[in-house]
């Protein structure tokens, strides 16, 4: 029998579909602001690729910011352990997690066996988070969220953002885009103060290998790089980094189906 | 009103005779019907009202709370001392005379104005526009001291009894009442120069120079409010004061280690608070705390041996400094949703190494055990101390980690956490979760916040407990 | 820009160089937060002190939170920060003293003491007058000789003690000269200049400080640098660290001058110099605990603020800039009173600002400083 896991987040919902240790499908939407509706939504389309339907779920987990508005959920748990279990089971060398979402962050370190032992979250301020990336995108009018990882790749003099506030950094990428700097320069240097803020939120935990980079973030090839810079260490990501939190929920709720 | 008082076992004697005293009270302190109400629903839902003991105790608090209020009304000399107090010179002032009264009054707001009546928030807002404006960090407990005054809660008093052993905040803003409100003040003092390696030994050069202070701010205080602090009041107030340090320290003792915990810490917390952090005549001329520790012991061995207890047996057990106080919604979370089990705190327990030093003045002046019994809390000592006192605390009560919810207001905590994490966690062993929060105002950390953490720290423990059973 | 004051500023950037060799050459290094540390005791020890009194920038507050939360003053954490910096004089130091002046302070102390092998020792400073606070540094003071003494394997001699007295005292001396020039409407050294002066004195090598001083205060007294100076600033802070001048240079932009300024970590306490009478700790301890303008972290407040006005008085200013480190409490707290007293002594206007050595808080800070230039009266 099939079970579910839900990651609701601030800014993405996921679901994934789980039966006897394989994957059948999930799915990935916008959260917006009725969390009720996208959970619906998501879950719909994940049953859909899976080829089930509600009935086919034993047990379904619901985690993630969201997790107690999801209505169909038999349980909600709380996402870090569920994202613990879910890159584990991707990826078993894990030592330790570096999860960079919409609207939080977080750094969790494993034991050998996969327990969570340590963990520390940012969930207070954007900067460190995928909305920091998406108001300077914005900004520096790049278009798509996804086109600016390559490009700040591209960039072999890198800005120096100095502000650990989004708001005061975005004035201050403005001032230097009026300065002359150019948007490829700025947005190198908007990816290594993500790196340095998240970094910083890290040394609250020790970080094991190996380290694996996951949420919606780790899909930037440049916030990677940077990271990987900054920690003076290789990060794995996984093949689809955004649907750990949901694949450990669904491990979960097979426990209890 | 009268629903409300019976809960805390105000008998029909006492609240006819004291009707129109208490709702003079509550109309200076601006307490309405709604907030009555408010009260009651709080009172119920997080105070555990069957115990008898507790209700005591509560009775105790909010009997405090009305002479607070009226205390510029009855024609004494009022003296504050303030959190974190001196027990012992607090304790002899108010021997000292009938006359006189003596709190520590920000205690007695957060426990009684804040926990039951939830207006603790009023108080701070007028702070903020009085001298301790927002989003500085400014000592929330202290902004409820210093709006209590401003929106007349409570009496500008006559004499304000400044410590500062420990922080700084505290006779500074001392120092603002009595600039805006020409209060004198009387100050005490000491510098934490502890350092690695010395705790449990006290620092002589800290211990001698906070003593001279007390000495000669006993002697001032006396010339202030006109009445002279004998030696016999020292003797008395002092012995109040073990008296109360026995008893939560007995109650602690019982409870600490037993499973499942049969008294929730904000409970547990509040019997302890009454005879530390405030003196409080009535409490000890009738022996109300020595009733009232008789009367819990003996309800918390009926419920061990009956199996009962607050959270389940089993519950992932920690440690804490203080528990949430003034907004009892997160404690009972954490207790309650979570299912953490808070079995042990900082401030209710003196550990073994601590007890000789507060209980027997061993021939020493009073004013040198008056501070000898601050600089002997592990937390009050050094950063050293205060992690070497946790992992003795945290195996007393047979914990599993330590939470430590530091006030993020509370400059010499607030440098610590992440020290006392590392420190914790690499020698010793001990999970700690390190989370951020106001013991105070409720305004700046949302519960959900605190519940992502706190639930992920409760499975940790769990998971921990599980493979150490395997 | 005076050639005394360029030579010291070669010789600040040379320091950490001198302090390697000198490491090398079997020297110890003792770290100090200036102010509170009686300078005379670390020099006659034969150690070599070095003022932590780097500031400014926004990197090493950053890296602080590596080990503080935020909620600590702006200064302590830059102190913290530098640890993980290549700034020399934090990471060549050997013993760090700590004047426990408050709970920011003591978190200076803490995190090296832990995450260093670097020696920690804290020393106190009473927070209020009379007979046991004078007992009390006295002790202090004794108890951080025999450190001193253990750490290096010196003996502190009497006559050693005295020679440093006497040259701190002629750097004193000269540095209130200096001060007491900028009474004049001609000011001959600008606020910022004068702070550098201070920060050099924590670092460089101090018979070379001296000569630069003796030299410089000639040159000023020659009167060709001198300034008319319309719109008279008095800054009042509890730090002002070497590095951190913007709110000077906005001022300067904005047309006024700051003329006179108090600030415990950062600037000497030169009003006074050390009465060698008898015990010399004893004389020491009376300096630095009396002899001096309060801070904002001693208790009461009268005598503090009767200080700074009769300053403000003598040195005939227009304005005050009160500019403080985020979460300082005690200079914070004081604002609220010294505010209100000050309006009705003098009714002079006065501007509070914070830092937390943030890029961005120069914007908001050019405006605010330039509307209370606006409404000055002066010249």
């Known amino acids: 029998m099939a079970v579910a896991g839900v990651d609701v987040g601030a800014a993405t919902a996921k679901v994934l579909i789980l039966e006897s240790g394989e994957i059948l499908g999930y799915s990935i939407t916008l959260t917006g602001a009725d969390i009720k509706k996208s959970a619906d939504k998501v879950m719909e389309q994940a049953l859909q690729k899976a080829g089930l339907s509600k009935s086919d779920l034993k047990f379904t987990i619901s985690t993630g910011y ?21 890159v584990k089971f991707l990826i078993p060398s894990v030592g330790s997690i570096i999860d960079i979402g919409g609207q939080d962050s977080k750094a969790i370190e494993l034991e050998e066996d996969g327990r969570v032992c340590n963990f520390v979250m940012n969930d207070k301020c954007a900067a460190g988070t995928g909305r920091f990336l998406e108001v300077m995108a914005n900004v520096l009018e790049v278009g798509s969220i996804d086109k600016i990882g390559p490009l700040a790749l591209k960039s072999r003099n890198h800005a120096r953002i100095s502000n650990t506030c989004t708001i005061f950094a975005e004035t201050e990428v403005v001032s230097l885009r009026a300065q002359g700097w150019n948007r490829i320069d700025l947005l190198a240097g908007i990816h290594d103060a993500i790196a340095s803020r998240v970094v910083t939120m890290a040394s609250g935990i020790r970080l094991k290998d190996d380290a694996v980079f996951t949420g919606g973030v780790a899909k930037n090839v440049a916030v990677k790089k940077a990271l990987e810079e900054e920690m003076g260490k290789k990060l794995l990501v996984p093949d689809e980094p955004q649907i750990t939190g949901a694949l450990g929920a669904a491990l979960r709720a097979e426990g209890f189906a | 009103m009268e629903e409300l008082l019976k809960l805390f076992n105000f008998s029909e004697d006492e609240i006819k005779s004291e009707k129109d005293r208490i709702k003079r009270a509550f109309k200076k302190a601006g307490i309405d019907s709604a907030d009555i109400e408010r009260a009651k629903l709080n009172a119920r839902k997080y105070l555990d009202l069957e115990l008898e003991g507790m209700r005591k105790i509560y009775g105790i608090w909010v009997r405090e709370f009305i002479d607070l209020v009226l205390a510029g009304e009855e024609g004494k000399k009022i003296v504050y001392g303030i959190y974190p107090t001196f027990p012992t ?74 410590t500062g052993f420990f922080c700084d905040q505290a006779p500074e803003i001392d120092e603002l009442i009595h600039r805006i409100y020409d209060v004198p003040v009387v100050y005490t003092d000491r510098c934490m120069v502890a350092g690695a390696g010395e705790w449990p030994d006290i620092n002589e050069r800290e211990d001698v120079y906070l003593s001279e202070t007390i000495e000669e701010a006993f002697e001032e205080t006396g010339k202030i409010i006109d009445h002279e602090i004998t030696e016999g009041d020292k003797d008395r107030g002092a012995g109040f004061l073990v008296q109360a340090i026995l008893a939560h320290n007995g109650l602690a003792e019982y409870k600490m280690d037993k499973d ?159 020290m006392v994490k590392k420190v914790l966690e690499e020698e010793y062993g001990i999970p700690t979760l390190a989370l951020e929060g106001d013991k105070y105002d409720s305004r700046f950390y949302s519960a959900e916040q605190q519940r992502t953490r706190l639930e992920t720290f409760a499975e940790i423990l769990r998971e921990r407990k599980e493979k150490s059973w395997q | ?50 003022g932590w009194i780097r500031g400014g920038d926004p990197e090493p507050v950053s890296f602080s939170l590596r080990y503080v939360p935020r909620w600590i003053d702006t200064y302590c954490k830059a102190q913290i920060g530098y640890k993980d910096t290549e700034e020399e004089i934090y990471t060549l130091t050997d013993l760090l003293i700590v004047p426990v002046v408050d709970a920011n302070m003591r978190g200076i102390g803490d995190v090296y003491d ?48 005295r020679e440093e007295v006497n040259h701190h005292n002629e750097i004193n001396k000269l540095m209130r000269e200096i001060s007491l020039m900028r009474r004049s409407d001609r000011v001959p050294i ?42 008279r600033i008095f800054l009042i802070g509890s730090s002002i660290a070497m590095g951190d ?135």
């Open chain 2, 260 to 418: 499942p915990c049969p008294i929730s810490m904000l409970d547990s917390y509040n019997f302890a608070f009454l005879g530390c952090a405030t003196a409080m005549r009535r409490a000890y001329e009738n022996n109300e705390i020595i009733k009232a520790h008789e009367m819990l012991l003996l309800e918390m061995r009926e419920r061990v041996e009956e199996g009962k207890g607050v959270v389940e047996e089993g519950a992932p057990r920690v440690a804490i400094n203080i528990p949430n106080w003034v907004d009892p919604s997160l404690q009972y979370m954490q207790e309650k949703e979570i299912g953490l089990a808070v079995p042990i705190s900082h401030y209710e327990y003196f550990i073994d190494k601590e007890i000789p030093i507060v209980t027997s003045m061993e021939g020493m002046s009073y004013e040198r055990y008056a501070g000898r019994v601050m600089l002997a809390k592990g937390i009050f000592h050094s950063i050293d101390a205060f992690i070497d006192y946790t992992k003795d605390l945290v195996e007393a009560g047979n914990c599993d980690g330590f939470l430590w919810e530091y006030p993020f207001s509370c400059r010499p905590l607030a440098i610590t956490p992440y």
């Open chain 2, 89 to 162: 010179a607090t304790d002899a002032l108010m021997v000292m005379s009938e006359d006189v009264y003596v709190t520590s009054p920000e205690v007695v707001l957060d426990n009684v104005y804040g926990t039951l009546f939830g207006k603790i928030n009023r108080l701070l807002r007028a702070a903020e526009d009085h001298g301790m404006p927002p989003a500085r960090a400014h000592c929330s407990l202290l902004q409820a001291r210093l709006g209590a005054i401003e929106l007349g809660v409570m009496p500008v008093p006559d004499l304000l009894l400044a």
């Open chain 3, 190 to 231: 600008t606020g910022r200049e004068f702070a550098f002066l201070n920060h050099s004195s924590f670092i460089v090598e101090k018979n070379t400080l001296r000569e630069n001083l003796e030299s410089l205060v000639e040159s000023l007294k020659g009167g060709e640098g001198a300034k008319k100076t319309e719109k």
């Open chain 3, 114 to 161: 832990l995450y260093t092998d670097m020696d920690v020792f804290r020393t106190g400073y009473p927070h209020i007058d009379g007979g046991p606070a004078e007992k009390y540094y006295l002790t202090e003071l004794r108890a951080l000789v025999k450190k001193l003494e253990d750490f290096t394997g010196n003996t502190i001699h009497e006559e050693k003690l």
């Open chain 3, 1 to 50: 820009m005076y050639g005394e004051i360029e030579k010291l500023r070669i010789f600040v950037k040379r320091r950490p160089a001198e302090l390697r060799k000198l490491k090398e050459e079997g020297k110890k290094i003792v770290g100090y937060l200036p102010g509170f540390v009686p300078e005379e005791i670390l020099n006659s020890s034969g150690a070599v002190p070095i």
């Open chain 3, 245 to 379: 001048y913007k709110v000077y240079d906005l001022l300067k932009r904005s047309g006024a001058e700051v003329v006179i300024e108090d600030f415990p970590f950062g600037i000497r306490p030169y009003w006074e110099e050390v009465k060698i009478n008898g015990d010399l700790i004893k004389a020491i301890a009376q300096k630095y605990l009396e002899k001096r303008i309060p801070s904002a972290f001693q208790r009461r407040s009268e005598k503090r603020i009767e200080s700074l006005i009769s300053l403000a008085k003598e040195f005939n200013v227009d304005g005050i800039v009160y500019y403080i480190p985020m979460y300082q409490d005690a200079y914070q707290t004081q604002f609220y009173y010294f505010e209100k007293i000050l309006r009705e002594e003098l009714g002079m206007p006065i501007l509070k600002l914070e830092t937390d050595y943030d890029v961005m808080e120069i914007g908001p800070m050019e405006t605010r400083i330039e509307t209370f230039v606006e409404t000055l009266e002066g010249g």
């Open chain 1, 66 to 86: 969201g997790r107690n508005f999801v209505d169909f959920a038999d349980r909600s748990m709380s996402e870090i352990l569920c994202h613990a279990r879910g």
